[in-house]
């Protein structure tokens, strides 16, 4: 074995890097063992490491922290995942109920009840109603704090999580980023992604919660999908034709469309205000009349199966759907439309005033 006197200077340069320093990312290993190869201090390891701790700002924080990875050169959402595996397991603090239930309580003499557990730790959360109870608060005016403080909580944690895509990725088993970061290869990502994609299927939940619990659950599910979209697709060419439709109809308290806002106004955000119709599964007809449960959909050349990759039986499919509760169809192409204007929007007409 090798003395310390006796090594070289790129030895000693290692053991800083490796061994003092530690966990840099390998890029930026490389890039500080070239310029440590140039500087006088690579000769002695302590001032080395000094040399580079200032370097690099090395803030005095442990693996636990995402700023311990992002100084040693890893992104944002690298560092997020690192800091998350370095975080101390098995530390039983005040906001668990087992530190309680180990203790005696002084009020009583013996050990904390669950109970008593439960409200210590919950007084210690802003969003528990127990939190500002102990804080004077009347029972229903700490329901609505807490409330409160748990909305702001999420909106804030929102605002972050878009502000950050990359952690978003990397911390979502719905994303390839997620797998990759974990070892997988990318076509090994994908397959896990699409496996991810089928676990909340309508047999599955219905499977687990039962037929109507299932159903249920699962519309939720999708409703929920349809609204994190603040903007979704539509074809502007049907728009076209409902906005000639409506001057020739009575009222529009029971229609709706994608451009046509909840007050009745034109809406030209690129919003889509259809109606969502909770069925056999969720839908958004083009145009409804929900008086009369009369319904256009518009045939888009592209994606109704006339031209590219349309889905006739995605159509067909939703269509018995329709029927099965109630509702008359009346569908219009695209090309009918451009090739007949006139005719098309007398059709459909008659069609929602019979």
Same mark, same amino acid.
């Given at each position: ?16 890097? *490796? @061994? ?17 190869? =140039? ?9 080395? &490491? ?9 803030? /005095? ?43 005696? *309580?002084? *009020? ?17 959360? %802003? ?19 807490? +409330? ?13 999580? &878009? ?22 290869? /990318? ?8 496996? +991810? ?28 999908? $349809? ?20 001057? $020739? ?35 958004? %007809? ?18 109704? !199966? ?19 509760? !109630? ?6 192409? @695209? *090309?009918?439309?451009? =090739?007949? &204007? ?11 005033? &019979?």
């Amino acid at each position: 074995m090798k003395h310390k006197r006796n090594r070289t200077i790129q030895e000693k340069i290692e053991e800083c890097l *490796n @061994e003092k320093v530690c966990n840099l990312h390998p890029e930026l290993y490389e890039k500080l063992f070239d310029k440590l190869l =140039t500087e006088p201090v690579a000769n002695n390891v302590a001032k080395c &490491k000094i040399y580079v701790s200032k370097l690099l700002s090395i803030p /005095e924080m442990g693996k636990h922290t995402k700023e311990y990875w992002i100084v040693r050169g890893w992104s944002e959402g690298k560092a997020h995942i690192k800091s998350k595996q370095f975080c101390q397991k098995g530390i039983v603090g005040p906001y668990s109920k087992e530190f309680w239930t180990s203790k005696i *309580n002084p *009020n009583t003499g013996v050990y904390y009840t669950d109970c008593e557990a439960d409200y210590e730790r919950n007084s210690r959360r %802003p969003i528990k109603k127990e939190y500002w109870m102990k804080r004077g608060y009347s029972a229903f005016d700490a329901e609505m704090k807490a +409330q409160d403080t748990k909305i702001k909580n999420n909106k804030s944690g929102a605002n972050t999580s &878009k502000s950050n895509i990359e952690i978003q990725k990397i911390t979502s088993k719905r994303c390839i980023d997620y797998w990759i970061a974990k070892g997988y290869t /990318e076509d090994e990502s994908r397959e896990q992604v699409s496996k +991810q994609q089928a676990t909340f299927t309508l047999e599955k939940c219905i499977e687990k919660y039962g037929e109507e619990d299932g159903k249920r659950r699962w519309l939720d599910r999708q409703e929920k999908w $349809h609204k994190s979209y603040k903007k979704s697709n539509f074809s502007k060419v049907s728009q076209l034709l409902f906005w000639e439709i409506c001057p $020739h109809l009575n009222s529009l308290d029971d229609i709706f469309f994608a451009e046509l806002d909840g007050n009745k106004k034109p809406d030209k955000s690129g919003k889509n205000n259809e109606l969502k119709l909770r069925l056999d599964k969720l839908l958004l %007809p083009d145009f409804i009349d929900t008086n009369s449960k009369k319904i256009i959909e518009f045939d888009g050349s592209y994606w109704h !199966g006339l031209v590219g990759k349309g889905n006739k039986n995605r159509d067909i499919e939703r269509d018995v759907i329709y029927k099965k509760n !109630g509702y008359l169809i009346y569908r219009v192409s @695209e *090309n009918d439309y451009k =090739t007949k &204007k006139e005719t098309v929007i007398e059709e459909c007409l008659n069609f929602l005033k &019979k």
